[in-house]
């Protein structure tokens, strides 16, 4: 069965919004929802995210299962929320017919926020692909400069980041601060396993990725994304070979402690 096409575009109304701003009021606000959702469903705490932020909430999306989750959650809570993917323009052409087969079925259409410069702009001004020399720059321009812009006007962004996806997402709240975007974060998965999320998307016959049939089980840009071996930590093949771990998106948060 389809949905009729939605355009997922930010609200019209109220053009300018303050900015959010942490106040010790909102800090107390963010910690006590985030410690009440602790047990909540994902669900449960999309619903939260709603009530509280919606038209001011967002979420950015890779198309990774646990996006593809939210997606099939928000259809039935609030299929307006605004949804960005980073169009970074080295994206694997299976990820961008996800889009069109989540649209299909959902009604969501993923906006494509796509950074200043085209692929071969880029790489005309940096005399070749920075993503073999300087990735952090890379991710920078092509993944958080996108974002920045994408989230103005909103309030708060969800991600589909799991706990126990890597070392680095292990302590990441239900609810918190994101200190770098000034936004609320909210990532109602966090306490969801890599299982939970492949049972609901079997369940419920949720689209998926299909490069996970071929053993990448984290899908990023196709030139930092490598496929991995049984057993090996799901985000070993994103910047295999380097230290780089994250493209910027998701960390600091998480140091500020207490779930904010
Ligand atoms: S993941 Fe790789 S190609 Fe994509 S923006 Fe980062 S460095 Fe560039």
Not at 132 to 154: H, I, S, Y
Request: proline share 7%; aromatic share 8%.
């Amino acid at each position: 069965m389809t949905s009729p096409l939605l355009t997922n575009q930010p609200a019209a109304a109220d053009p300018q919004p303050e900015p959010l701003a942490l106040t010790p009021q909102l800090r107390d606000e963010l910690a006590g929802a985030s410690q009440a959702l602790e047990q909540a469903t994902p669900e449960q705490i999309i619903a939260w995210a709603v009530d509280r932020f919606f038209p001011r909430l967002t979420m950015a999306t890779a198309f990774g299962p646990e996006g593809c989750v939210i997606i099939y959650l928000l259809s039935r809570i609030q299929p307006q929320t605004y949804v960005f993917n980073l169009d970074t323009g080295y994206q694997f052409q299976e990820t961008l017919e996800l889009r069109d087969r989540l649209a299909q079925k959902y009604g969501i259409l993923v906006q494509l926020k796509k950074p200043e410069l085209t692929v071969a702009q880029y790489e005309a001004k940096h005399g070749g692909p920075l993503y073999q020399t300087n990735p952090d720059q890379c991710c920078l321009d092509r993944k958080v400069k996108v974002l920045r812009e994408a989230v103005q006007g909103m309030h708060a962004w969800m991600s589909g980041i799991r706990r126990d996806q890597s070392p680095d997402r292990a302590a990441a709240p239900i609810v918190g601060w994101d200190s770098r975007f000034n936004l609320v974060k909210i990532s109602p998965l966090a306490n969801w396993t890599k299982s939970d999320v492949w049972k609901l998307i079997l369940q419920e016959g949720i689209p998926y990725n299909r490069l996970h049939d071929q053993g990448y089980p984290s899908i990023g840009c196709w030139p930092c994304t490598q496929s991995v071996m049984f057993g090996q930590d799901e985000r070993a093949g994103r910047w295999s070979g380097s230290a780089k771990t994250e493209c910027g998106l998701h960390g600091m948060e998480f140091e500020q402690g207490g779930g904010i």
